[in-house]
């Protein structure tokens, strides 16, 4: 029975990236018993997936990330999971409106929800919203790490990026956090006895009840409740506005309003609201009338300007400018157009823009296009002092050196949607003052929160079956790496207790003896790796979920530059796998740059690196010796590939993704040529290998040919794909090699 391979189809440039190189994936498995096949889940089929009554039958599309829901369940998955957008509002407008133009008949999306119909499109709509993706796939905890060849060549040849810290003492950065009212403060949890089923109700001041949520909970599941108090959160803000103001440095704020989708738009909001206060509340009544929303930023606000008379935009517009006036200069995303922090939710994402205030000295982008000195904005405990701790370190001992700095590998809680804070359906905005409680079905409150009209409360699962697995993998790596591993988990926080009681439970079930096992809280853990890293040493963190994703940002940003470098292997509970590749964390850009000029820089390494375990496995479970072959070659030549630095240009008319991966391709066909462990395959792609070297310099000069000039694929979200293919593959002589293999 030949293996399945699933290639996920998905969005922005990785989905571009596709084109050029799972051709190649194809006809290199060919005639090995290994069929790759793809699963559209971009932003754009699961908006289609929503709505298969108003489609023709030529449009619907099949609901893809269910299917792999369950393929991940059972022992046979392998699945390639390349990075897809995590929507907030205006993406998925946007993406609604490009559907809408293409002849979808998708409706629009309801900012505000008038009526019933209106609430209920929202709440079909909400599925798609937020990292709707992973929650799905992750049916195991997750491995990251780079790869060994990765790391050597980032060491060989550090990345150019990191800017100098000044003298100790003159950097004005810092990570600004709240010191009471957030979500930190106020967690509760608890750990299930038995099965039960909770709900989770609000309590008005005059007793009535309200159910939100109810949920099946399962026996030692872990249940959380926490709230952010938003009037000290807005205090916060006008504190450190203040400060900022003072100091003559940068504002900036760093939430994640593409994961925490409910909350931190909101926090994100208060935000904007308290920075221009004075215009906001002054013409509230008006901004109300046209749906403007400072949830969205200052670029919703100022876009639904047109639809007033141009005396009163003019108005609103000047009081807005005074406000940037009299307020502290904001972190820019973009100088030439005046886009600041504040203009949209999700162009400043704390996991990729964090990574970047250490790797610049302590300073963002100004409106004068220079770096300046920046108070970062963490609002929340749970992990601003991991971060505090990071720049408070590099203030005092100067910038980290790629060249020799160690590694933060990590093992990631995720499975079974572990840990899955804001990207869910239980996060709620208080209407009035009250009370959240979790209740069983015996009719006992398990935890309850006092709270104010708008704070927000969220709350999250940790499945036991999680958990274990979870130890037991960071138990592994510690033995086969013979590194530390840290669980990072603060005893003083609600949630983290009950995990760090189940961590002592289960590590006895486990050969630990020689191992150096240790349980930290974030700060103390970062500073414990921050000193081995400037020895050179490496170290294993276990985190949960929302620390999974900001650490595996965080270092390979500084180590290798970009976080799209790292290999992402999830063993799934069932005993399949899922490899995912990294997000880059830019992707939007590449693709505006490809449309404007033909060139690509989009990096594949990640996708590369994934398909080599993804084929171990493969020849692991099938006893498929060819697919072992063809995993170890194609780690020989993502070396060579390396080695010889045929990574993408940032500048068009050289070398960019499709060439990249031409050269990937003429590396792989060599290291086949020339291994002996499978005669067939040496016979096979000895004459491959050949002609792809004879034609190098042609296929070189064909792919540099197709650069330099504007692109239409027709489309940014849902692109014509004979179009799109003939964009990403422009090499008559590769595509003839490849598709007469």
Known sequence: MAAKIIWSEIDEAPALATYAFLPIVRAFTKGCDIEVETRDISLSGRV????????????????????????????????????????????????????????????????????????????????????????????????????????????????????????????????AFMDGGDFYESEKSVTMDGADTVKIQFVDEGGHAKVLKELKLLAGEVFDSSTMNVRKLRDFYTATAAEAKEKGVLLSLHLKATMMKISDPILFGHCVSVYFKDALEKHAATLKEIGASPNYGMGDILSKLDKLPAEKKAEIEADINKCYESGPALAIVDSRKNITNLHVPNDVIVDASMPNVVRDGGKMWNLQDQLQDTIAMVPDRCYATMYAEIIDNARANGQFDPSTMGSVSNVGLMAQKA?????????????????????????????????????????????????????????????????????????KRGHDAQIIAKVNKYLPDYDTAGLEIKVMAPREAMTFSLERIRKGLNTISATGNVLRDYLTDLFPILELGTSARMLSIVPLLAGGGLFETGAGGSAPKHVQQFLKEGHTRW??????????????????????????????????????????????????????????????????????????????????????????????????????????????????????????????????????????M
């Not at 709620?428 to 009719?443: D, I, K, L």
């Not at 000039?709 to 489309?715: K, L, M, S, T, V």
């Open 48 to 175: 289609l997936t929503l709505f298969p009554e108003r489609l023709t039958e030529a449009q619907r599309v099949a609901d893809h990330l269910a299917e792999l829901g369950e393929l991940v369940k059972n022992p046979e998955a392998n699945v390639i999971k390349l990075p897809n957008i995590s929507a907030s509002i205006p993406q998925l407008q946007a993406c609604i409106k490009e559907l809408q133009q293409q002849g979808y008949d998708i409706p629009s999306y309801p900012e505000e929800a008038e009526n019933d119909e209106d609430r209920k499109l929202q709440e079909r709509f909400s599925k798609v919203l937020g990292s709707a993706v992973n929650p799905v796939l992750r049916e195991g905890n997750s491995d990251r790490r780079a790869a060994a060849s990765v790391k050597k060549f980032a060491q060989k040849n550090p990345h150019k990026m990191m800017q100098p810290w000044p003298p100790a003492g003159e950097s004005k950065c810092r990570v």
């Open 603 to 740: 990096d594949s390494l990640g996708e590369y690196c994934a398909l080599v375990p993804s084929l171990e496995l493969v020849a692991k479970n099938f006893n498929n010796n060819k697919a072992k072959v063809l995993a170890e070659t194609l780690d020989t030549a993502i070396g060579t590939y390396l080695e010889n630095q045929k990574l993408p240009s940032r500048k068009v008319n050289e070398l960019d993704n499709r060439g990249s991966t031409f050269y990937l391709t003429l590396y792989w066909a060599q290291a086949l040529a020339a291994q002996s462990q499978d005669q067939d395959l040496k016979a096979r792609f000895t004459p491959i290998a050949k002609e792809m070297t004879d034609n190098a310099d042609k296929i070189d000069a064909e792919l540099i040919a197709a650069q330099g000039r504007p692109i239409d694929i027709g489309g940014y979200f849902r692109p014509d794909r004979v179009k799109t293919e003939k964009e990403m593959r422009p090499s008559a002589t590769l595509n003839a090699i490849i598709d007469n």
């Open 419 to 491: 840990e899955e804070y804001g990207s869910h359906d239980k996060t709620f905005e208080a209407p009035s003052n009250g009370t959240f409680q979790v209740v069983n079905s015996a009719g006992q409150v398990l935890m309850e929160q006092k709270v104010e009209k708008g704070d927000v409360y969220r709350s999250c699962q940790t499945k036991d079956i999680a958990i274990k697995d979870w130890v037991r993998l960071a138990v592994e790596r510690c033995r086969e790496s013979g590194e530390p591993v840290v669980f990072w988990l603060d005893e």
